[in-house]
């Protein structure tokens, strides 16, 4: 099993910056794809950033590309997302994944959330 947990979430004003970071435990051997999403409110999970287990490969949500950054440290076992000129549509509950694949599911490994909160 893979545990994983989110941490660096919190409240901030528009224009704000915030890393958050995901760290794994377990068999984290399988843990070649990563992933953060996020749900807003009353609305479904959405994709935000996606990592390869190299870094060579590098997916961003259309609405956060330019802003958020993914990247990770393997010896660490940790992934971050560096989020810049925060918005407020960014309000979230933001979720690390992990799979064998280049997909997450409810089969795969989820965290608990870590809440974003961006003021106007």
């Known amino acids: 099993q893979v545990q994983l947990v989110e941490s660096g979430g919190g409240l901030v004003q528009a224009g704000d910056s915030l890393r958050l970071s995901c760290t794994a435990s377990?068999?984290?051997?399988?843990?070649?794809?990563m992933a953060w999403f996020r749900q807003a409110p009353g609305k479904e999970r959405e994709f935000t950033a996606a990592i390869s287990q190299s870094g060579s490969t590098i997916r961003y949500a259309d609405s956060v590309k330019g802003r958020f950054t993914i990247s990770r440290d393997n010896a660490a076992n940790t992934m971050y997302l560096q989020m810049n000129n925060l918005k407020p549509e960014d309000t979230a509950v933001y979720f690390c994944?992990?799979?064998?694949?280049w997909g997450w599911g409810s089969n795969d490994f989820w965290g608990q959330g870590t809440q974003v909160t961006v003021s106007s």
């Open positions: 994944a992990a799979s064998s694949t």
């Open positions: 377990g068999r984290t051997f399988s843990l070649r794809y």
